[in-house]
């Protein structure tokens, strides 16, 4: 449909757009038509968008700008004058019973203020307006239909007007009552409209299922939902867990045929039943807003956080409360005049591959790493992103030169998504792979079944380098102002080559260094001296022992007295601790038994590194039949019948392990008198169980029932 050349140009049309946005008039229209249908097509068509989506949303503004100056220019075929379409020939279409429109995006405080003042003068309101803010969550949108209180239809959005019949795949979904009490309102039929998800953490879930049956990976959680949706077989739709979260409702009639939605006089109201009547609502992330002010409050508060949503959440959508006035502010063709989207910060950006480096990491595995030219993303630079290793690049046909599209969620690493290779010209080439290793030179190694190439140094200077970051690190021997630049500087100047030399350190002739204060030498030496007295965990973790984790360093320096009398231990020993496998036991063994590391703990415990396992230190172990075992637990708020101490003390004898934070790692939140964030956010979760102080005492006396 489009040649190579079109598409290109397309593309570098858009940028131009969208670099200087004011300067594209309305001779300009034709073209920028016809490059948002490009677009659109390959969004919807080809399900392979080259553009962000916030790329798109501006290119669209500018066009609606002009056609807004020039209505007479306005063609019927227009992108404005449509909603996408996702119409699929496995299922019966259906007309919904009103179109299924989009909404406006807006970016920050100022769009939103704008859209206050548009609001009021398309309803002439002087009072306060009250607003609702509501999630806008990132799934694919469902009609639902009841008749006489039975879900009776279940359609995809298509193409606003006309979507796909899923009635099957949507009864298959827990969220979604077959029935509910609409009569009670005098409503005989109604449409309600809301939004089919997948919760994060199964979608990773299914991913990894998918990665090792080899199926090609979602990009993510929309494209599982969407997928899901629209599977022939309802098994299998069934099997993605979708939810159902509804936003609206959009028709109702009584038994007459007469208009039942005036039996609502707001938004808030309306969705208070659908909860009431058993539809899934997010109530903890809605709010009914008295002001602007507090609109644009509550969405900069969700956007911070965002990430502790159990769902994907890509930004608020903000909707006048009073139905009355909503009437007043009408629609267009495109969207209602009385909601708008305010969208969170793009976690999706297109970039170029300018070049890639190879790092040596702290067991000599070599690392490519793209980089890219700096983009911002969800509110933070990136201008590397790790290629992981060969296969990755060869898998996603990675070159130099190369449009990528490079996504970061929230905390999660930046990852690389695709390349773009309709974008290529001549200039690009190839990523080569080195074969010898880029600090010490020496041919580099493949174990078999590994993925990343090794250098098989132990000496490599980069490797000791890394190696000394990961022994200073938080989590190792946690040795404030010891960063990667002072680690450098020191092993450049010959004073750093292993572990032991940390504590041999010269501090007079640091002192003289540049960049080095009496304060913080002495800062230095008495981070340096602290970490002399950690447990032991921290000391064999900061080893860099190939796959040791923090995990397993702490099972282990539980069942030793003395860090050395690892020397003896054999395979059976290490393997019949929970977590270890012969791989990692393998590890450790190997490293015990090379003379030079045995002397090397001899020589940090002469410096007077802690090489004894402390009882403090020790590891309670935990009942493994207890009414909790195997669960973890927090206390919030305040608790009458016993202090937090026993309380925690209680829920370990019973076998759960006390952690102090909410998240999707919690298994049990115990919320006595007046508990706050914790407990909504535990909520906001939908995976914790709540229970009362009386609830928890009664569970851990064993009286609770089933
Ligand atoms: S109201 C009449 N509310 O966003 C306007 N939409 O960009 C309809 N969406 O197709 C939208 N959460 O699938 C509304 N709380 C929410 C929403 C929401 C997600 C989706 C919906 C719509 C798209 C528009």
């Not at 992981?388 to 130099?400: A, L, P, V, Y």
């Amino acid at each position: 449909m489009y040649d190579a050349s079109t598409q290109k140009e397309f593309i570098q049309r858009g940028k131009v757009f969208l670099q200087h946005p004011e300067k594209v008039s309305s001779d300009q229209l034709p073209i920028l038509r016809k490059l948002l249908r490009f677009h659109e097509w390959k969004y919807y068509v080809k399900d392979n968008p080259v553009i962000s989506d916030f790329e798109y949303d501006m290119l669209f503004k500018i066009l609606e700008r002009i056609e807004a100056a020039h209505p007479d220019l306005i063609t019927p075929d227009s992108p404005t004058q449509r909603v996408g379409s996702d119409l699929s020939s496995d299922f019966p279409t259906v007309s919904h019973l009103s179109p299924m429109l989009s909404l406006e995006n807006s970016y920050n405080a100022d769009d939103l203020k704008d859209f206050e003042k548009q609001v009021r003068k398309l309803t002439g309101e002087e009072n306060p307006i009250t607003y609702v803010v509501e999630p806008k969550f990132d799934g694919s949108s469902v009609a639902l239909i009841y008749e006489n209180n039975y879900l009776v239809r279940g359609a995809t959005r298509g193409n606003g007007l006309q979507g796909d019949d899923i009635t099957p795949n949507i009864k298959t979904m827990p969220t979604v009552p077959l029935s509910a009490d609409f009569s009670a309102r005098g409503i005989h039929k109604v449409e309600l409209r809301g939004e089919a998800l997948i919760r994060k953490d199964y979608f990773e879930a299914i991913n990894e299922q998918r990665a090792k049956e080899e199926l090609p990976l979602f990009a993510n959680p929309r494209n599982a939902a969407a997928g899901g949706l629209r599977m022939k077989d309802p098994k299998e739709a069934a099997q993605r867990k979708l939810d159902t979260f509804i936003y609206q409702l959009t028709y109702a009639e009584d038994a007459e045929g007469r208009d039942a939605t005036q039996k609502f006089s707001t938004h808030s109201e309306m969705l208070q039943y659908l909860s009431e009547i058993g539809f899934l609502i997010p109530n903890d992330l809605i709010k009914v807003c008295k002001n602007i002010s507090e609109v644009i409050d509550f969405c900069q508060e969700a956007e911070r956080n965002r990430e502790q949503y159990p769902y994907e959440i890509d930004g608020m959508v903000v909707k006048v409360n009073r139905l009355d006035l909503q009437q007043k502010c009408g629609l267009t063709a495109h969207h209602p005049r009385w909601a708008i989207a305010y969208k969170f910060k793009a976690k999706q950006e297109t970039s170029i591959l300018e070049d890639v480096v190879f790092q040596v990491g702290k067991v000599g595995a070599i690392t490519p790493v793209a980089k890219i030219k700096p983009i911002e993303l969800a509110g933070v630079t990136v201008s590397s992103v790790s290629l992981h290793n060969e296969e990755f690049i060869r898998s996603k046909d990675i070159r130099i030169g190369d449009h990528l599209v490079v996504e970061r969620a929230g905390d999660v690493i930046p990852y690389i998504v695709k390349s773009l290779p309709e974008l290529r010209d001549n200039s690009v080439r190839p990523i080569v792979f080195p074969e010898l290793c880029p600090s010490c030179q020496t041919p580099l190694v493949k174990e078999e079944d590994m993925a990343a190439w090794r250098c098989p140094n132990y000496h490599c200077p980069e490797q000791v380098i890394q190696r000394m970051i990961h022994f200073v690190s938080k989590n190792a021997m946690n040795i404030d102002g010891m960063g990667e630049s002072q680690i450098r500087k020191f092993h450049d100047l010959g004073w750093l080559n292993n572990f032991d030399d940390i504590y041999r350190l010269p501090f007079d002739e640091i002192q003289k260094l540049d960049g080095f204060g009496q304060r913080s030498v002495e800062n230095l030496k008495k981070a340096i001296e602290m970490s002399k007295n950690n447990p032991i965990h921290r000391l064999l973790y900061g080893l860099s022992i190939h796959h040791l984790g923090r995990k397993a360093s702490k099972l282990i320096a539980g069942q030793i007295k003395h860090l050395l009398d690892l020397k003896d231990w054999e395979m059976e020993r290490l393997t019949a601790i929970n977590e270890i496998g012969p791989i990692l036991a393998g590890n450790i063994i190997a490293f015990f038994k090379i003379p030079e590391n045995v002397s090397l703990l001899q020589s940090l415990e002469a410096l007077g590194v802690n090489l004894n396992q402390k009882e403090e230190d020790r590891p309670k172990a935990l009942p493994t039949d207890g009414p909790l075992s195997g669960k973890t637990i927090l206390f919030t708020g305040k608790l009458v019948q016993m202090n937090r101490k026993e309380a925690q003390d209680l829920a370990e004898k019973a076998g759960a392990k006390n952690i102090s934070a909410v998240s999707k790692n919690l298994n049990i939140l115990v919320a006595g008198e007046k508990a706050g964030s914790k407990l909504k956010k535990a909520k906001a979760l939908g995976t914790v169980d709540i229970l009362s102080e009386q609830e928890f005492l009664d569970l851990v006396n064993g009286m609770a029932n089933g």
